[in-house]
């Protein structure tokens, strides 16, 4: 079978993969009509807001990607039949969260918009479709939209309905995702249907060089997305580990981090001391692969995986436990500034963000939060706290509010903690902050990117993680 020629293409769920993957796919190929769909009607709109600065996904350089391919070949809308129905290749995209209920809940992933995504395809595609999961599904998943598809297959009026189903991966990081899809380091296509691999891999070859286009069967492809994020995630539970150790033996972690990344098996990246990862992705795929491990019996397995997730809550709440010891064993009614309430910088996601434990941790000590972060809006901060801000923090306990920056946020506080590595915490004028405080006061730096030593000239008391 000869390689077909793909000229439209639908994405299913307009998120933080399908938006920014749909973008690059459409700026380098202009030969290609891409239609990004989804039910949410006001992400859709955000899509199409005039102004760039006004995009659902907070992504460095994707203005400018969607500036010069929406309306081209690149177009963002809720009328999703339509769309499946005039595609060659369609993505599903959608949302794979853990379930929260009934068998597998807390660890399987929801698939119940990828099988509702399915159907729909199942129902409105025409003549022959190759449909990719982009998706992180479990290994096997596949299986079902194989299934789903080839009961729709036959003859149509309006000719023969066949399908061709392809596993494709997103390695994206969030802040860095139009770097990461510019130039990845792998693109990865699974399938059984050698025409549909190559109809997919002529897309990318637009960019990427051939040696990085890796072909496997299915399930590898499946099973590769959720090793790869489960490696990442255990690198980073590792150093934490590490990182508790050096603050009880004088040691520095960012040192130690620097001695064995130099080991060329070991390598540079991914040895950050943090609050713990967060994320849409690492605890969730982790989560479902303990769950698909303790499916086909492999409780050791799951169990090693299941540590991984284990230490990266451990070590969140050993922060906030951290900042009440040091603030006297109480936060009760204390200010407390929070700087950063993103799960990474560069990203307005606040999805699984360590912030939003320790914020918990503390509001349950009874503590006032003054937070700041210069892309998550206060409803949002609102919606992961399952508390609103109030207007003033002058009496009551377990409050808080936003700051509209670091000094207000700091201006009568106890500690500064920082949780998130934005670029301009490296900045702050210890000095300026330090006058404002109520004294004696703290800075708490989880990431490690402020300037300590300004912060201790400024008569602060410091404390970084992984620092003995
Ligand atoms: P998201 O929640 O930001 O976006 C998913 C979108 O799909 C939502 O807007 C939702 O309304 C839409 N949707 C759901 N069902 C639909 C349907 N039937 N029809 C139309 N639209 C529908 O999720 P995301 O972060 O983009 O992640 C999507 C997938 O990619 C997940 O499986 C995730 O694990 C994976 N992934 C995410 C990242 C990341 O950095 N966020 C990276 C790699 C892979
Ligand atoms: C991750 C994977 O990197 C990406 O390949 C996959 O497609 C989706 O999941 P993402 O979650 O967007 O990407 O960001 P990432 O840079 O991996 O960071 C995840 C979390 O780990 C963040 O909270 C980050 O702050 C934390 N982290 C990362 C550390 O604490 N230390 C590090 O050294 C690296």
Request: proline share 4%.
């Amino acid at each position: 079978m000869s390689t077909p020629v793909i000229q439209t293409i639908c994405c299913i769920g307009a998120g933080y993969v399908g938006g920014p993957t749909m973008a690059v796919i459409a700026d380098h190929c202009p030969g290609v009509q891409v239609t990004v769909v989804d039910l949410n009607q006001a992400r859709i709109e955000a899509w199409n807001d005039p102004d760039l600065s006004k995009l659902p996904v907070y992504e460095p350089g994707l203005d400018a990607v969607v500036g010069r391919c929406r309306g081209r070949n690149l177009h963002f809308t809720t009328a999703v039949d339509a769309a499946i129905a005039a595609a060659d290749m369609v993505f599903l995209s959608v949302n794979t969260p853990t379930k929260t209920r009934g068998i597998g809940a807390g660890e399987a992933s929801d698939l119940r918009w990828i099988e509702a995504s399915a159907r729909q395809v199942a129902a409105l595609a025409q003549g022959h479709t190759i449909v990719v999961e982009k998706s992180t599904l479990p290994v096997r998943t596949a299986e079902v939209i194989k299934t789903i598809l080839g009961a729709a297959e036959g003859e149509t009026p309006t000719g023969p309905k066949t399908f061709s189903v392809l596993s494709n991966p997103e390695f994206l990081a969030e802040g860095t995702a139009i770097g990461d899809l510019e130039n990845p380091d792998r693109v990865l296509i699974g399938g059984e249907d050698p025409a549909a691999i190559e109809a997919l891999a002529s897309l990318y070859s637009q960019w990427v060089v051939p040696e990085k286009i890796l072909r496997t069967n299915l399930w590898s492809s499946e099973l590769s997305k959720l090793t790869a994020n489960a490696f990442l995630a255990q690198r980073i539970s590792s150093i934490n580990s590490i990182a508790a150790l050096c603050e009880a033996t004088e040691a520095n972690v960012a040192e130690v981090a620097r001695a064995i990344g130099a080991d060329s098996r070991i390598g540079t990246k991914f040895l950050k001391a943090g609050p713990g990862f967060g994320g849409s992705c690492f605890q969730k795929d982790i989560l479902n692969l303990v769950y698909l491990c303790r499916h086909y019996g492999l409780e050791e397995v799951a169990a090693y995986w299941q540590g991984v997730v284990s230490l990266n809550a451990w070590q969140s709440h050993r922060i906030s436990a951290l900042v009440v010891r040091q603030l006297f064993g109480t936060v009760t009614g204390k200010r407390i500034a929070v700087l950063g309430f993103a799960f990474k910088a560069d990203t307005n996601d606040t999805r699984e963000s360590p912030t939003i434990t320790i914020c918990a941790d503390l509001l349950e000590e009874g503590a006032q939060l003054a937070i700041y972060d210069p892309k998550v809006s206060a409803e949002q901060i609102a919606a992961d706290l399952g508390q609103p801000a109030v207007v003033t923090m002058d009496s009551g306990e377990g409050q808080w509010q936003v700051a509209s920056n670091p000094l207000a946020a700091a201006t009568g506080a106890d500690a500064v903690v920082v949780l998130t590595e934005w670029a301009e915490f490296g900045q702050l004028d210890w000095r300026a902050l330090a006058a404002v405080m109520r004294q004696p006061a703290w800075l708490f730096d989880a990431r490690t990117v402020c300037d300590a030593a300004a912060a201790r000239a400024a008569g602060l008391k410091v404390w970084r993680v992984g620092e003995g």
